[in-house]
């Protein structure tokens, strides 16, 4: 339960960071808060053999309220953002979330970003982040680019970013005035990764659920309002869809069920909290 | 700064318990293992290495955090807090600790370093915590001997005993 050998870089800018990552290329990982890595490293699940920090990064500790959105710099810790003031107000989803992920032990280091780039299927973060329609900002040296929460995520803890590209920052869009939020998880234990997670976001005209820990990545879905009759076989429908598998933790039978009865749920809790 | 090189031991420099430390470490060293055998702190137990069973809990930078996911490199700088750190004076116990042996909050032991030091941060900035409060920050530990009701029964017997010292103050 020791990492295997690798270099370190303590990258003090984001060209030293990129430079790095650029001449490494598959060899490298970036380290952040090290909550996901770390125990990669720890079993060997991963041997890179260059670790670029780019915790000493100024620019990439900035939270900033950009055009509608909250932008979240790769710098940033979990309980950092979780002790921002109107975090409940602007990003109800995320706040709601937040708690749920790992133990506060954890989230005083590990970064969203870092949850993001590690796409663990049953993760909190890219739920929240696939939920609200956000946004991965990536950069290499070749430049930067921009990828929707849903197309970021191509399955279990894979994702669309190139080799040398790094999360520098994601974007959540801020909860629009009339719409109502909700997230709730179903575990062994708590702090456990999730049986199945869910979010939902409704306003007056439609309501969204987004479900992790089932599928091989967290997947989002249109869904009649709670109100609807339809609502049920919607329910029914995207539960199958996610082609659930048995494991140790629950059966697929039983995370189907929890779609359904968790998804209606916070469906109908995200309804009740618009009024 | 330069790269620290694989399988190559690099100084460090940073604040341990209060005190300015310095030691050697590989890039792969874990802060446990630096704690434990490069600076002889071995009050801080190492169990599961892969974050779930708290028992390497430590403060860095006043944090609750698992030396067992930290890098020793990391820390350069930084101020690290262990279990060593908790005691007023070498004949005596903190408020937290003298709670843990009145109420019976530990058996073996194993699990207690990392106890302490999530429970510490957490009273010093909740003053009046409620149980449920209590639990979550023990949601982060697991323990096999206790089953948790008597360190939930120091905890809370440590807090009102704060409270009160911090009104007498």
Redesign the interface.
């Known amino acids: 339960m020791k990492p295997a050998p690798f270099d370190y870089l303590r990258a003090e800018t984001l060209e030293e960071a990129l430079e790095a990552l650029h001449q490494a290329g598959t060899e490298a990982r970036v380290l952040a808060g090290g909550q996901s890595l770390l125990p990669m490293l720890n079993m060997r699940l991963a041997r890179p053999a260059l670790l670029v920090d780019i915790m000493p990064i100024a620019a990439l500790r900035e939270v900033a309220d950009a055009a509608g959105a909250l932008r979240i710099g790769a710098g940033i810790r979990q309980a950092a953002l979780q002790a921002r003031p109107g975090l409940a107000r602007q990003q109800p989803l995320l706040a709601a979330a937040l708690p749920w992920v790992g133990h506060a032990q954890t989230r005083s280091r590990g970064t969203l970003c870092g949850s993001v780039a590690h796409a663990d299927p049953s993760a909190e973060i890219p739920l929240v982040l696939v939920a609200m329609g956000g946004h991965v900002h990536l950069r290499s040296r070749r430049g930067a680019r921009r990828v929707a929460a849903e197309e970021f995520f191509t399955g279990m803890m894979a994702t669309t970013r190139a080799e040398e590209e790094m999360i520098e920052a994601i974007t959540l869009p801020h909860a629009a005035p009339d719409s109502g939020h909700a997230f709730r998880e179903v575990g062994r234990r708590h702090g456990d990764f999730a049986i199945t997670a869910c979010a939902a976001v409704v306003d007056a005209r439609s309501a969204r659920l987004a479900v992790g820990g089932v599928a091989d990545r967290p997947v989002a879905r249109a869904l009649p309002l709670p109100s609807d009759p339809a609502l049920e076989d919607a329910l029914e429908q995207f539960a199958w869809s996610l082609e659930a598998r048995d494991d140790l933790h629950a059966t697929a039978a039983y995370r189907r069920h929890l779609v359904r009865r968790l998804g209606r749920a916070v469906l109908e809790e995200a309804a009740a909290c618009r009024a | 700064?330069p790269?620290?090189?694989?399988?190559q031991r690099h100084w460090l420099h940073l604040t341990l318990n209060g005190k300015a430390v310095e030691g050697e470490a590989?890039?792969?060293l874990?802060l446990s293992?630096f704690l434990r055998y490069e600076l002889g702190a071995t009050g801080t137990h190492v169990g599961?290495?892969?974050?779930v069973c708290?028992a390497c809990?430590v403060q860095?930078d006043g944090?609750?955090?698992?030396a067992?996911?930290?890098?020793a490199?990391?820390m350069?700088g930084a101020a690290i807090r262990t279990v060593e750190g908790l005691a007023p004076a070498p004949d005596r116990l903190s408020i937290l600790q003298e709670a843990f042996r009145e109420h019976h909050g530990l058996q073996c032991g194993f699990c207690t370093p990392g106890i302490l030091m999530?429970l510490d941060a957490?009273l010093r900035e909740h003053r009046r915590p409620n149980e449920a409060a209590l639990r979550?920050?023990l949601?982060?530990h697991l323990c096999r001997c206790t089953g948790y009701a008597p360190i939930l029964r120091a905890a809370l017997a440590a807090a009102e005993r704060l409270a009160k010292e911090a009104g007498d103050a």
């Open positions: 700064m790269r620290l090189k694989a399988g590989e890039p792969r874990l293992d599961c290495e892969h974050g708290g809990t860095i944090a609750p955090a698992r067992c996911l930290t890098l490199v990391q350069e999530s957490f979550e920050v949601s982060g």
